[in-house]
């Protein structure tokens, strides 16, 4: 009785998936890692910061009315003189305002009569965020309470902050009432940018500016995230073609 020996026919499909595996399993892996980066990087920048809209030029030039930032949380803990910040204080009429914090618990800020030039703790700030140069409006002299902060428009004459509210509190606001640190400009797309730091306070002892919060690396990754997407798909696409058009040959 003669034995029957059956070989098993290679299959070209499961032949050419072996030979894709390694190519699959890179692409897989890209894929998921960009989808990681694209998702994660939104999802900082959805937890970690809201949207606001500037209504008027009181900030400028540093922002500019109807600009839209976007401002990292926070309970005014973190706040330092330099940082820009969205507030709202019952006694300013409850409404949302953004502004420049120049003076924090403890410290004394004053202009004077001569060159009205702004000091904190007696000693004169160097303002290069200014709308203009020269007189910057009334003299005064403040003494900050603890837990508390003087906050002015960089556009000294156009806007209606602590200078306006003397009389309560010596126009200084709790730091609780801070909500937001703003980080950047994103719209209009053309001054889209990052809210630079400044130096003008550092001769000034404690209280320095908030560093960065994590937004530039949140963004940056997000980008990286769907450029990874898009470059695999497309390179995984033109293989796949180029693979088709061998076997057709």
């Known amino acids: 009785m003669s034995s029957v020996v059956e070989r098993a026919t290679d299959n070209p499909s499961a032949a050419a998936c072996r030979r894709r595996g390694p190519a699959a399993v890179v692409q897989g892996v890209l894929l998921g890692l960009g ?7 939104f999802a900082v920048i959805a937890v970690s910061y809201r949207p606001y809209s500037i209504p008027t030029a009181s900030m400028a030039p540093t922002l500019q009315a109807q600009d839209t930032v976007l401002a990292r949380k926070s309970d005014g803990s973190d706040v330092g003189r330099g940082d820009v910040v969205v507030f709202r204080d019952q006694a300013w009429g409850g409404e949302l305002m953004v502004k420049r914090v120049v003076a924090v618990g403890g410290d004394t800020v004053a202009v004077g009569e001569g060159d009205l030039r702004l000091t904190v703790n007696g000693k004169p700030v160097d303002e290069p965020y200014l709308a203009g140069a020269g007189a910057q409006g009334a003299s005064f002299s403040v003494e900050v ?34 909500q937001a640190r703003v980080e950047a400009t994103v719209l209009p797309f053309g001054r889209a940018a990052l809210l630079s730091g400044t130096s003008a306070f550092e001769a000034i002892d404690g209280h320095r500016p908030a560093g960065p919060g994590p937004l530039e690396p949140a963004f940056w990754a997000s980008v990286v995230g769907a450029a990874t997407i898009v470059v695999t798909s497309a390179v995984g696409g033109v293989a796949g073609l180029a693979r088709r058009r061998r076997r057709s040959a």
Request: no cysteine; charged share 20%.
């Open 35 to 41: 989808l990681v980066l694209l998702v994660g990087g």
């Open 145 to 178: 309470p603890p837990g508390r902060l003087f906050l002015l428009g960089d556009n000294r004459l156009g806007s209606l902050d602590s200078r306006v509210h003397l009389e309560t509190d010596g126009g200084t606001v709790p730091a609780t009432e801070v």
